[in-house]
């Protein structure tokens, strides 16, 4: 009998306990999705409908993160409305980075958004030296592998050469 009311009073915690979790759980859940907008993951929300397109010249390239910024690389880049910071986002190859110096001219379509009292352009796609670099999706989610030229300039291997060549 005592065997009894002992595993009975851990069972009745047990669910109790599992109620309670469950419970909160689900409230954090709600709460979450009440105060998040859409498209906003880890970083700032990219609205496609204000979508533009500037051009401009660079005058820095910032690489090192400053907290309460987007984190990534940004380009500072003077243009016909000032100077804007532009974030192009952390997955940039090396050549274009080896590009991406002040004084190069570069043409920028993104969106603005607002982050913590100042304003940056998300850069969609980026434009130096005759080559057009993705560097969001059109819904704003970063993308890695960016430059056009790395798969321009890869000539497809032939099927001899795919074989490992001459033996």
Do not use: C, W
Request: glycine share 12%; no cysteine.
């Amino acid at each position: 009998m005592k065997f009894i009311r002992m595993t009975n009073t851990r069972l009745i915690a047990g669910l109790l306990f599992g109620l309670l979790f469950a419970t909160m759980a689900v409230s954090l859940d709600a709460h979450a999705a009440s105060v998040s907008r859409h498209g906003q993951g880890f970083g700032p929300v990219y609205d496609a409908a204000h979508e533009t397109t500037f051009e401009g010249t660079i005058l820095e390239v910032v690489v090192k993160h400053t907290p309460g910024t987007p984190a990534g690389m940004h380009l500072m880049v003077a243009g016909p409305d000032g100077v804007v910071d532009a974030h192009i986002g952390p997955f940039m190859s090396k050549e274009t980075k080896e590009v991406l110096q002040s004084g190069v001219p570069v043409r920028i379509v993104g969106a603005n958004t607002e982050l913590r009292g100042k304003t940056y352009f998300l850069a969609r796609e980026l434009t130096v030296d005759g080559n057009t670099i993705t560097v969001r999706s059109k819904h704003g989610a970063l993308t890695v592998g960016h430059s056009n030229r790395e798969h321009i300039s890869r000539p497809k291997a032939s099927q001899h050469e795919q074989n490992g060549g001459a033996r």
